[in-house]
């Protein structure tokens, strides 16, 4: 009996494919260094809550790393360090290789933008002595988490004689913050009845922003006035410079570690910061490569990639023939040998609702970074899908370089599904796959991931690029 069992535990061992827990086959230093990397992105976390902070971020970071605002009239020799910025919401980095991009390049691209609050145009008003932010959300969200929780205002307002100013407001203990009000259960037996999409609607998510009268006795919207007082004297602004800012409302909360044994990180925006923080770090320390590596941290993925700092603008692909011509060959075939990561998170199975996934083709937080062959839904719509070839390129190299990695898809097939810019690469002729790190309660205000998964993506990009 013994012999049949270690037959078939050998049997098991080499034809079934297993996911492997980090936790059961790192040494302690390879834990230590998981935890290590975990510090820096907190830090991240809080500091870069926007597209533009991020950019500041990542700029500052680079420079300490000998990166250089890239130049289309300078030759560069290998080992060289460049940034490209664009529009101060999407950023570039790239590193020449050996062989600069005669034989392609090899590309990690991530997004940088998170489901959040936006203010309108005229956002300010005034109801029954309360002043309120009228806001509109951005990308995914459900709508009713918003609600009841610390929210913090970012970035920045053009005034009318073209200076600007950049805000944030709600991250320091002596600053206030704000949030979106909710009913109280007492009075909420008709909003309880209704589905949970429909419970809070899009017009409802006013932020409260304070309710003391400007000193006078008469005059309507007297708060309202009042709050506008408070913001001229500190910014010198009006209300009509409102209508020329991106500002944005957040979580107020910061990044910090989960469960008792500290194995997972809850923090706000992991879809896709989690990904552009091993990118970056990836390229920063890669080396010399063969092929020019480069790293994109992308605006808009949250809205469908669209506008001049999305991926569906030419940014990379002018960014792409730049470096071709600095090597002499042609734009378009140095895109046909280039190959990338689209850096994007995946759904993490949750035991709590097993019958959103199909277990088989689940990812599962501390089982490495995820490889996702096509996203898309209702048919693989709106997907590129990775090769046999390409996708078994990468499986080879996450093998050969001992790297914790599990396949996944999101969710079940016509229950789950989404989409990553992957199919904006490959439209470019270019080979891309997603990878990235699974993630609990995607878009929520507050989401969760593991520490090993965020490590190992980090060294599958970095490999990668090397």
């Not at 001229?232 to 020329?244: A, G, L, M, R």
């Amino acid at each position: 009996m013994s012999d049949k069992n270690s037959e078939i535990k050998t049997l098991k061992s080499k034809l079934c494919y297993e996911r492997k827990n980090g936790y059961k086959i790192l040494d302690d230093n390879e834990l230590k260094s998981c935890e290590e990397f975990s510090v820096g992105y907190k830090d991240y976390l809080n500091k870069a809550k926007t597209e533009r902070e991020n950019v500041s971020f990542v700029i500052n970071e680079a420079k300490k790393c000998g990166f250089v605002p890239f130049d289309k009239n300078h030759k560069y020799s290998p080992g060289e360090k460049v940034y490209i910025v664009n529009r101060e919401k999407m950023i570039a980095l790239a590193v020449i290789g050996k062989n600069g991009v005669k034989n392609g390049a090899n590309l990690s691209i991530a997004h940088i933008d998170a489901p959040r609050l936006d203010l309108k145009p005229n956002p300010v008003v005034e109801s029954n002595d309360f002043a309120m932010f009228k806001t509109h959300y951005y990308g995914g969200i459900k709508k009713y988490q918003w609600t009841s929780i610390p929210l913090s205002l970012h970035g920045r307002i053009v005034k009318k004689d073209g200076t600007y100013i950049d805000v944030c407001i709600g991250e320091k203990e002596d600053e206030p913050c704000f949030c979106v009000t909710d009913l109280l259960p007492h009075l909420a037996k008709e909003q309880m009845n209704k589905k949970m999409s429909e419970a809070i609607k899009g017009e409802d998510l006013n932020v409260m922003i304070g309710s003391r009268p400007f000193k006078c006795d008469e005059g309507s919207e007297l708060v309202k006035l009042n709050i506008l007082k408070i913001l001229n004297e500190k910014y010198n602004i009006v209300e009509e410079d409102f209508i020329s800012s991106d500002l944005e409302l957040v979580p107020a909360m910061k990044a910090q570690d989960i469960g008792f044994d500290r194995s997972m990180i809850g923090g706000y925006a992991h879809d896709d910061r989690s990904c552009a923080y091993p990118s970056f770090r990836a390229i920063f320390d890669c080396g010399i490569p063969e092929k020019t590596a480069i790293v994109v941290l992308t605006d808009k993925e949250e809205t469908g990639s669209d506008g001049n700092t999305g991926m569906q603008c030419r940014f990379v692909e002018y960014l792409i023939y730049d470096f071709a011509d600095l090597d002499g060959v042609k734009g378009r075939d140095v895109l046909g040998k280039s190959k990338c990561l689209s850096a994007d998170v995946n759904a993490a199975y949750d035991p709590t609702y097993t019958n959103n996934y199909e277990i088989a083709n689940s990812s599962f937080i501390n089982r490495g970074v995820v490889v996702e062959k096509y996203t898309g839904s209702g048919g693989k719509y709106g997907t590129s899908e990775a090769s046999a070839e390409f996708t078994g390129e990468i499986r080879k190299m996450l093998n050969d370089n001992n790297i914790i990695w599990q396949s996944g898809e999101l969710g079940k097939v016509d229950t789950g599904g989404g989409g990553t810019i992957a199919k904006y690469i490959a439209n470019l002729n270019v080979d891309v796959i997603d990878i990235g790190v699974p993630v609990l309660s995607m878009h929520a205000p507050f989401e969760v991931i593991s520490k090993i998964d965020l490590y190992m993506t980090y060294k599958a990009i970095q490999t990668f690029l090397k």
